[in-house]
């Protein structure tokens, strides 16, 4: 069973950073597109930056270019999520999600196996 874990989340002024870390055990994350999605109270989850498998290709919401990056680390198995210049409207609760497909759309819908979340907040 496909089993992943965010960490890196936190509480940042207007315009700091931080960074998010997808993991997993037992299997290899390259054979799988991840991505990174976001929900705010009272709106629906949205996709933020996804990584296809293999290629690498990105998909990314518009809100987000330019100051969040997506990579993999193969190393250890991990797909980070660079976030800089944060505003207030990136607060939400982070997903790490993965399907098996080659294919960088980053709508949740598509997804099939999901990490437990973690909290961003971006207050002055």
């Known amino acids: 069973q496909v089993q992943l874990v965010e960490s890196g989340g936190g509480s940042v002024q207007p315009g700091g950073s931080l960074i998010l870390s997808c993991g997993t055990t037992g299997f290899s994350l390259a054979y799988y597109t991840v991505g990174w999605f976001r929900q705010a109270p009272g709106k629906e989850r949205e996709g933020v930056l996804c990584i296809s498998s293999f290629e690498g290709r990105t998909d990314s919401a518009d809100s987000v270019k330019g100051r969040f990056t997506i990579s993999r680390n193969s190393a250890n198995n991990t797909v980070t999520l660079q976030m800089s210049s944060l505003r207030p409207e990136d607060t939400g609760v982070y997903y790490c999600?993965?399907?098996?497909?080659?294919?960088?759309?980053?709508?949740?819908?598509?997804?099939?196996?999901w990490g437990q979340g973690t909290q961003v907040t971006v207050s002055s």
């Open positions: 999600a993965a399907k098996y497909s080659t294919s960088s759309a980053c709508s949740p819908v598509m997804y099939d196996h």
